[in-house]
């Protein structure tokens, strides 16, 4: 059994568009030592690219790999939730990210199967209907368009509008600008793929997938201050800045293979 250790490295696997962002920046504020590396999504399917299922069975992202110090054999980590768990539990030797009372403890926890398990799937669900109406054949369009409007407006938007509802409650109600406590956690770093990137970020499919205008600000003012909060984090803008370059890179790359073809 390997003993985690502050000399550990890690590698995150990292895709377009994906949950990773938020793993990337976790790594970044427990300040440990990693490399990334980068995939881009398909152009015509918008899937991850057949690799990553050379990296974990799943074919997904995020994957983290860590390397131990001890040189005992790598571990290789999957699903988001259970990623910052294990770096939470075992790398936060400052408790930067970890509350000193059990119960904000449990709550950060909640947070943490909620994004999954709630929360994201009712966006990919969202996000399926739109591809859908995006990819139907050549005279179909109108009919699968209608039909995923319809899914939409019926069940998937009113269920978003709810936990949308629920969220901005809790964050009035903690009265801190964090979901749990006076200071960043894991509830905010996990939150922050589904409220901050596919929605604050994001305002244009909202305002397609919600079949309304919503002036978000306004709704939702709490999230919406919330949001600012991830975007302006100067470890946050590193990433960002760090991953465009890093995608405009592989993009080149991509582009200078499929010349020598």
């Not at 994004?115 to 996000?127: A, C, D, F, K, Y």
């Not at 600008?177 to 244009?204: C, M, Q, R």
């Amino acid at each position: 059994m390997s003993i985690v250790s502050q000399g550990d490295k890690f590698l995150l696997h990292w895709l377009d568009l994906s949950r990773a962002h938020r793993i990337l920046w976790l790594l970044e504020i427990l300040e440990l030592n990693y490399d990334v590396k980068v995939y881009l999504r398909e152009e015509t399917t918008w899937r991850a690219p057949a690799e990553l299922a050379s990296v974990h069975p799943s074919g997904k992202s995020p994957i983290l790999e860590i390397f131990h110090a001890d040189g005992s054999p790598p571990l290789k980590l999957a699903e988001s939730g259970y990623i910052i768990q294990y770096l939470i539990q075992n790398y936060d030797i400052h408790k930067i990210l970890t509350p000193s009372d059990p119960r904000d403890r449990e709550r950060v926890n909640y947070y943490l199967h909620y994004s999954e398990g709630t929360l994201q799937n009712l966006l990919v669900s969202i996000l399926v209907n739109n591809v859908a109406r995006q990819l139907a054949p050549t005279g179909t369009k109108f009919v699968a368009k209608f039909v995923t409007n319809a899914i939409n407006s019926a069940y998937y938007v009113q269920e978003w509008k709810l936990n949308m509802d629920n969220l901005e409650y809790a964050l009035r109600k903690e009265g801190t600008g964090y979901f749990v406590g006076k200071h960043l956690t894991a509830a905010d770093i996990i939150l922050s793929f589904p409220i901050y990137e596919n929605v604050f970020d994001n305002e244009e499919e909202v305002q397609k997938f919600s079949g309304r205008k919503i002036n978000l600000s306004k709704t939702y003012p709490n999230l919406y201050a919330w949001s600012s909060m991830v975007r302006d984090d100067p470890l946050y803008i590193k990433i960002d800045e760090q991953m465009e370059d890093l995608v405009r890179e592989k993009i080149a790359k991509e582009a200078a293979r499929k010349r020598r073809r």
